[in-house]
């Protein structure tokens, strides 16, 4: 291992371990350093000035010389000699150089060659080749209208005017693609690349061949998935008028993408493309990509972000002078990935047309649980702005939650339209055909949780992308009598009217959910709900308030049930005629038991019927977890009145459908009694004849 130390200050003194010697001797204008080891050196000798000259000799100089202070990617290398010496005139740095050099590679060395010489015509290149057992694997040759000016400091300036002559060739296993990789990591299968250029770099003619089997990218050198690239093919032709891509070819992925181009030059042009690459103007290109037909398939695997799961697309793009794309592209049997809660999209249908900046929707469609949601109109593409939308989006029957316990299913009618100022809008009506609600409700389930912020508050949701966030919302929910809840606490039907406003990325919905029927279950107690809702105000939308009034029978007492407050810790309160102790209602609705000094009834009878409708308080949760709500067919009620031999009443009744219904029970006249019901009207007055 080779080690060098620099001690600072005075004399410069330079130490280098065995077994290479390393000698500095400083002068006032010149200044030696010599390398040398067994069968090996290097001198480096300068003189510096207006007139200063410089020569370096290398032998037997190994890559591994380097290694403890600089990195050098690729393979191992050795300088066998190395002469290069030169002088500074007219400020312009005039030198000849001379290179043998060797290359490790398996299962023979490379040997490589080098004759230069540079002034300020520029470098002419007498002979660069690369071999292998004395097969040429890259060759170049030429001329190259650069030079290296010392004043005020070294650089290097290219002369656009002066004669351009370059001739190169590599073969597929030519060492220097090993470098190539290394400094970059794009892995080459069997590279191939020829070029003839000639003229000037002001005006360049010529063209540039290349070609690869297969080109990926080396694991975790970029920090974004790149595609491998198979038999990709490039063909440039370069004249003092034009630049042409005759041919662009490749499978990525497995999947054929084509393109073709050409740029109109001129001196200007040449000019700025090598002093301004940024500022190259290149709305006088023509350019052409054609995807034939791709399977979306193999690029989703790599792409995880990538919407589309599955598919084909089918898609070309044009572009034409004045930096105007023309195009169209055709996506069939696609299908997206799982989005939770709302599932997949399928049969995804597209076809948009690109034309004077204009994305047109001709047709996009796809399938959301066996239902059509559709997208159209235009999105506008100006320079320098925001896209411009005039988006409509419709569905019908959509099912737009399928949790467990919880399925929503609505009509979606959206629209998106940019206004003269620049600003997006999403406005429309979102209107629930059935919302069914089937679990065990808890305040600690249904609201969020945790931290409190936009996304955790009403309405629950935020999108915090932008430009989206930025979208003002002007959107009405419109629920009619379709919002169902079946669980162990409460069934009933309800109905919501909400607006959503503010942004999507801070939303605000104001409205209220309306009981339109309902039941307060408690173990020996219905309470029916004669007035329910849930408000969220303007003044306040991010807190819910609920507001409900029920009433129940039992035992000949009247009970009032009485929920308000704010979500999700309301006050609740329950009193009853003729007016009992709180702990007595409390334990007449939770246990059956009788209020103090009630002795009217068997206390048989009333044990047994206490254990049944414990019974059946208890097997709806049981049922409905198992899946089998039925819809709540079956109703039982007892305790409302006491017979005359002093033992609670009951009834029941078990819907046949939305018309006949089985009836029984036991009055207070001790008697037993059974029927057959029709309704001809609903509650709310509606024949159900008309109901739909």
């Not at 004759?115 to 071999?131: E, N, P, S, T």
């Not at 940019?418 to 629930?432: E, N, Q, W």
Request: charged letters at 20%.
């Amino acid at each position: 291992m080779t080690k060098l130390s620099f001690s600072p200050g005075g004399q410069p003194a330079w130490h280098l371990a065995a077994p290479a010697q390393l000698t500095w001797s400083p002068a006032w204008r010149v200044n030696n350093l010599h390398l040398s080891g067994p069968d090996s050196g290097l001198t480096l000798r300068g003189q510096s000035g207006s007139a200063g000259s410089w020569e370096i000799v290398a032998t037997n100089f190994p890559s591994v010389w380097l290694q403890d202070w600089i990195t050098i990617a690729g393979p191992a290398w050795r300088l066998r000699s190395l002469q290069a010496a030169g002088h500074t005139a007219d400020h312009t740095v005039v030198f000849d150089a001379n290179l043998a050099a060797q290359i490790e590679m398996s299962p023979h060395p490379a040997e490589v060659s080098l004759v230069a010489h540079g002034d300020k015509d520029g470098v002419a290149l007498q002979d660069f080749r690369v071999a292998e057992a004395g097969r040429v694997l890259t060759q170049a040759g030429g001329r190259l209208p650069v030079a290296l000016l010392m004043d005020p400091a070294p650089h290097v300036v290219f002369d656009e005017a002066a004669p351009l002559e370059l001739t190169a060739s590599t073969e597929p296993d030519s060492p220097l693609w090993a470098s190539l990789t290394a400094y970059t990591g794009l892995e080459l299968t069997q590279p191939t690349a020829k070029i003839n250029i000639k003229h000037t770099l002001h005006q360049p003619i010529g063209e540039l061949q290349a070609g690869v089997k297969r080109l990926s990218v080396t694991p975790d050198k970029f920090r974004f998935p790149l595609p491998d690239f198979d038999a990709l093919v490039l063909a440039l032709q370069f004249g003092r008028e034009t630049v042409t891509v005759t041919k662009f070819s490749a499978q990525v992925d497995g999947q054929a993408v084509q393109a073709s181009g050409e740029l109109p030059m001129d001196d200007a042009g040449w000019q700025q493309l090598w002093r301004e690459p940024a500022k190259f103007d290149w709305k006088k290109a023509r350019a052409r990509v054609e995807i034939p037909g791709a399977d979306l398939a193999p690029l989703a695997q790599r792409f995880p972000q990538l919407v589309a799961a599955q598919g084909r697309l089918r898609a070309q793009v044009e572009l034409s002078p004045g930096g105007k794309f023309t195009g169209e592209l055709h996506l069939s049997e696609a299908a997206s990935r799982p989005i939770p809660a709302l599932g997949s999209f399928q049969d995804i249908t597209a076809d948009l047309i690109l034309a004077d900046g204009v994305i047109t929707a001709q047709k996009l469609t796809a399938k959301l649980g066996g239902e059509t949601l559709a997208l159209d109109g235009t999105i506008t593409l100006a320079p320098g702005a925001p896209p411009r939308v005039a988006l409509t989006l419709k569905g019908t029957n959509l099912p737009l939650v399928r949790n467990t316990g919880f399925l929503l299913r609505s009509d979606i009618d959206l629209k998106a339209t940019t206004d003269p100022a620049g600003l997006t809008r999403l406005s429309g009506v979102f209107t629930v055909r059935d919302c069914f609600v089937l679990a065990n409700l808890n305040l600690n389930t249904l609201l969020p949780g945790g931290r409190r912020g936009v996304a955790l508050q009403p309405p629950y949701f935020a999108v915090p992308v932008g430009p989206f966030r930025r979208w003002p919302l002007a959107v009405e929910i419109r629920a009619p009598g379709v919002v169902r809840v079946r669980t162990t606490v409460y069934n009933g039907v309800a109905s919501g009217s909400f607006q959503l406003g503010g942004t999507l990325g801070e939303p605000r919905a104001v409205g209220q959910l309306t009981v339109d029927q309902g039941q307060v279950l408690f173990p020996f107690a219905s309470f029916k709900v004669q007035q329910g809702a849930v408000r969220l105000r303007e003044a306040d939308p991010f807190h819910a308030v609920v507001s409900l009034n029920a009433t129940s029978q039992r035992r000949d007492y009247q009970m009032r049930l009485e929920v308000t407050g704010e979500l999700p810790t309301p006050n609740i309160l329950i009193t009853s005629t003729p007016a009992l102790e709180a702990a007595d209602v409390l334990l007449m609705v939770m246990t059956g038991q009788a209020p103090a000094g009630d002795t009217a009834t068997s206390a048989t009878g009333s044990s047994g019927q206490r254990f049944a409708l414990l019974g059946a308080y208890l097997s709806r949760g049981l049922f409905q977890d198992l899946g089998f709500s039925g819809e709540d067919r079956l109703e039982v009620s007892a305790g409302e009145h006491i017979s005359r031999s002093g033992r609670e009443t009951y009834e029941f009744e078990y819907k046949l459908g939305e018309r006949w219904s089985l009836t029984g029970e036991y009055d207070e006249f001790d008697a037993y009694n059974a029927g057959l019901k029709w309704r001809v009207y609903t509650e709310e007055g509606t024949p159900l004849a008309k109901k739909k």
